[in-house]
C-alpha cells in the first residue's frame, strides 16, 4: 500500500470519487443483504417480495430483512458520526462516542427498563429507557464539568460516569443470575445485536438523519475546533455555540444508535478512523463521508454476522474491525 | 484612536492592573523573563482570555464585537501549536480566511512568502517546529486582521527566517497595521518601535527600546548586564 507525501492513501484526484464509490457499495450491500438469510431469494424473487407479487418473499423482504437493513443503515451512520465529531472536540483520533457516557447511561437505562421488566410490556419501552439514560448521562457529564466546560474535565467526568454506570449495570445483572431468560435478555443487549429489529425501531432512529444533516454545515467550524480552542476562535468560529452544537449532535446520535442496537462498540473509532487516512482530515468531506461509511461498515458486519449463523453485530464489529484496523496501522509510515 | 487599549486587564495570578495602549503603525516587542505574563497579556489582548478591567480595539470594547468580526480585526499566532490530525499546510494556512468566507485571497501569496510553497501538501503534523510556526504566521497574515498579536514568533526559527519575519512586521506596521510580539531575544527587540515590559505579571516600562533597555532594568528585571565581550550581549552579573 502507497502512502502519498500528503499523508493520505488516496491520491488526490481520486479522493472527490471515495463517496459517490461508497454509496454504489452501500447500494450493492443492502441488495445483498435482502437477498441473503435463512431463507435466500434469488434476484427474481427479491423483486416480486419488493412488488408485494409473492406474499413469502415480501413478507421476508418488508418485516424482516428491510426494517432490520435500514436500522444497521442508521446505526452505524451514526455511531461513525458520532465518533467523528467527539474526535475533532477532543482533538483526539482515538475519542469514541462513548467517552462521555452515553453508551454506558444508555446501557444502564435500558438493562434497567429490562431488569424491572417494563421491557416486555411494550416495544417502545427499552428504547425509550436507553435515550433517557444516554441523555440523562450526558447532562450529568456536563453538570459535574460544568464551568465552561473544559476538555480535560469533561473527560475526567465521563471516566467517572462511566465508571458509575458500568458498575449499576453489573449490580442489575448480578440480581438477576437466577432468571436466565432476563439475563440473555441483557446481556444480548450489552453485546448489541441487529436481531429482530422492527419498523418501530427504524422510526425511533429517525433522529439520527435529521442529526447527520445538521452535521454537515458544522464541517467547516468543525476543521477549525480540530486544531484547538483558542485558535479557532481567533480566526472566527463561535466557539461556545459550535462545542454546544457538537456535542448535542454527537449524544443524539450515539442516544439513538444505542437504543436501537445496544452497545455496539469500535464502530466509531474505527471508521472515522480509517476514512481520515484515505481522504486526509478535512470535516466537509469526512461528514458524509462518514455517514455512508458507518453504514456500509455496520451493514456489511450484521449481513456478514447472519451469513455466519446468526453471530451478534457487537461481535462482529469488533472482529472484522480490530484486525483491520492493526493492519492499517502497521503498513503507516 | 489606539488600535489596541487595555485597562487594568488582571487575571489572578498571571496578570495585575496592566493597562497599555498601543496605536496604529507600530511594531511592538513584549519582554520579561519567563512567567512574567506575557502569553497571558497577548491571549486577553486578542480576546481570548477573561480577565478583569476591559479590552478595546479602535475604541470599541471587545464584548460587543462578534466572532467573526473579531477574526477580522485581530490575528493572534499561539506560541506552539499541537496538530492532532494531518491537515495540509495549505489548508491551514487558508483558515485564515475563515472570516472572509473562505474565499482563499492571499493564500498563495502567503505559502510564497514564508517559503512554503514546496510544503503545501504536507501534512502540519509531519513538519519541523520553525515549519510549523512559519506556517501559523503565514495563516494570521492572510486573515489582513490590522492587528496582530504573535506569542513568540521568532523562537523556533532559524536566523534568516527571523530576519524575514522581522522584515514582514516591519511592512506591515508601514502599511499602518500593529505588530505586537513577544520575544526574547533583546538584542533584536532593541531594533523594534516600541517595548514593553512585564515583570512579575505587571507592566514595568513601555516607550522606545533606547530609552527602555537601560543597565538599571536589565539587572532588575532580567538579572543580567550588558557584556563587553565580542560576541556576546549579556552576561551574568
Known sequence: MRIFHSGKILPARSIRFALPALIILLGALVLAALATGDMPLSAGRLLAGLRREDAIAAT???????????????????????????????RNSLANPGLLGVSSGGAAGAVFAIAAGWASVSLWFLPLA???GALAATLGVLVLARRGASTERLLLAGVALNALLGAVTSYILSRHIGLYERNAQILFWLIGGLEDRTWEHVIIALPIVAAGLLLLPLARSMDLMSLGVSEAQSLGVDVRRVRRQMLALATVLTAVATAIAGAVGFVGLVVPHILRLLVGPEHRRLVPLSLVGGAVFVLACDTAGRMAGGIQLGIITSVIGAPFFLWLLRRLP | MNFLDIIDATVPGRLGNVS??????KLVGLVGPNGAGKSTLLRVAAGLLPSGGSVAWNGRPLPGISALERARCAAWVPQEAHFEFGFSV???????????????????????RFGLSALAERPVNHLSGGEKERVLLARAIVTEAPLQLWDEPLAPLDPRHRLEVLVLARELAQKGSTVFLSLHDLSLASSLDLLAVLSSTHLRAIGSPAEILTPELLLEVFGVRASEAPGLNFELP
Request: negative net charge; aromatic residues 6%.
Open chain 1, 130 to 132: 436507553a435515550v433517557v
Open chain 1, 60 to 90: 421476508i423482504v418488508w418485516q424482516m430483512r428491510l426494517p432490520r437493513i435500514l436500522s444497521a443503515i442508521l446505526v452505524g451512520a451514526a455511531l461513525s458520526s458520532a465518533g467523528l465529531v467527539m474526535q475533532a472536540y477532543f
Open chain 2, 20 to 25: 497599555l495602549g498601543l496605536p496604529g503603525g
Open chain 2, 90 to 112: 495549505r489548508s491551514v494556512v487558508a483558515q485564515g480566511r475563515y472570516a472572509h468566507g473562505d474565499d482563499d485571497s492571499g493564500v498563495e501569496e502567503a505559502l510564497v
